[in-house]
């Protein structure tokens, strides 16, 4: 479904993607997991293409100057070359990091922006069921974005990117900053909706435990490069990636 090979990012002289190649197959939940830094968020970017709006606006700014090498595949066509919102349109929806909705428009209002890619009718039960699998925003959605908490908030950024009709979908760490039940609620919604929407989803996190029960697959990430790959069962039987990186403790 999208096959992601030798994806190379530079900041300036900084290599922020050394040469990274991700898959995530129809209807599987991938996991990318990897420390503060290791090219988490870079990787969302590249695969999304906000890359290149990133880059855009640095050659406008005068800034630095991005370099991104590589290929992505997505339902077998070259994605590469397209606008994320040509990707948008097939399908490819980043829910960013840290959540970023707007702060001054209502539940509603943030989930109708994203939506604006739907059609009337596939904007009306996409909202129902967002409704439906977080039912704590339907009992606010006239409260503005900005007074929300962290964990509504995260699910508002997931209501969001479901409306904009996803069949892949990119979770940037979504559980950054959230308290140990609201992360069980999140990564249970996330598994229903992969269930239910029957979409992919790749889903990065700096600790991989929380989101390790319902990973089909997973990368981990080490200073901008793939060091290990494999399903859950061979991840979890992996004596180094247990301790260094699902807190088991030999
Ligand atoms: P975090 O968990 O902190 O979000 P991450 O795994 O998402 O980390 P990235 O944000 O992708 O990591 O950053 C990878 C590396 O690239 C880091 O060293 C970061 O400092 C650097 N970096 C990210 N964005 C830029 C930028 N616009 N310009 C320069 N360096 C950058």
Known sequence: ?????????????????????????????????????AGKSTLMYTLSGIMEDIQKKENMAGGERITVLGEIHYLGQDIMGLKPSK???R?????????????????????????YLASPSQAKESLAYVFRIF?????????????????EQQMLAIGRALMAQPS????????????????VLLV???????????????VTEQYARPVLPIVDYAFILENGAAVLEGTREELLHNPDVRSAYFGVEE
């Open 168 to 183: 892949l979908l990119l979770l940037d760490e979504p559980l950054l900053g959230l308290s140990p039940l609201i992360q």
């Open 188 to 202: 249970r919604s996330i598994k229903e909706i992969r269930d239910e929407r029957r979409i992919s989803i790749i």
């Open 1 to 37: 479904m999208l096959e992601a090979t030798g994806l190379m990012v530079f900041y300036e002289n900084m290599l922020a993607l050394n040469n990274v190649s991700i898959k995530c197959e129809d209807k599987q939940i991938v996991g990318v997991f990897g420390a503060n830094s």
């Open 135 to 151: 039912p704590a925003l339907k009992k606010i959605k006239k409260r503005e974005g900005g007074f929300l908490s962290g964990g």
């Open 91 to 115: 399908g490819v929806i980043l829910c960013p990091e840290r959540r970023r909705i707007f702060p001054e428009s209502s539940v509603l209002e943030n989930l109708r922006i994203g939506g």
């Open 87 to 89: 990707r948008a349109r």
